[in-house]
């Protein structure tokens, strides 16, 4: 069974930092690519990041470019979304999906619940 579990959000100032956690069961990261996603009330779903199954290939929408990390550890199943100098922007719901393929997905057939990120002063 496919499961997906975030942890790491909070409510920050602008400036700060958070590194969210995504812990994957059912399935190895070695073979599935992960996404980060997030969405904010009353815009559409946006992909922040994602890595590939060989952990080789990452991808970064431009506004989180020089800001964001994202890493894994194979040991542990888990991807990390590492977030500096976080931005008001920033504030929205961030999940992690897959859909089982090799490359970074666009579509999240499977997720996890989420976890709220707010960036306010």
């Known amino acids: 069974q496919v499961q997906l579990v975030e942890s790491g959000g909070g409510s920050v100032q602008p400036g700060s930092s958070l590194r969210l956690s995504c812990a994957a069961s059912g399935f190895t990261l070695a073979n599935s690519a992960i996404g980060w996603f997030r969405q904010a009330p009353g815009k559409d779903r946006e992909r922040v990041s994602c890595i590939s199954s060989s952990g080789v290939r990452v991808y970064f929408v431009d506004s989180v470019q020089g800001r964001f990390t994202i890493s894994r550890d194979t040991e542990k199943n888990t991807v990390y979304l590492q977030m500096n100098s976080l931005k008001p922007e920033d504030t929205a719901v961030y999940f992690c999906?897959?859909?089982?393929?090799?490359?970074?997905?666009?579509?999240?057939?499977?997720r996890g619940q989420g976890t709220q990120v707010t960036v306010s002063s």
């Open positions: 999906a897959t859909d089982l393929g090799t490359r970074c997905p666009r579509e999240t057939p499977y």
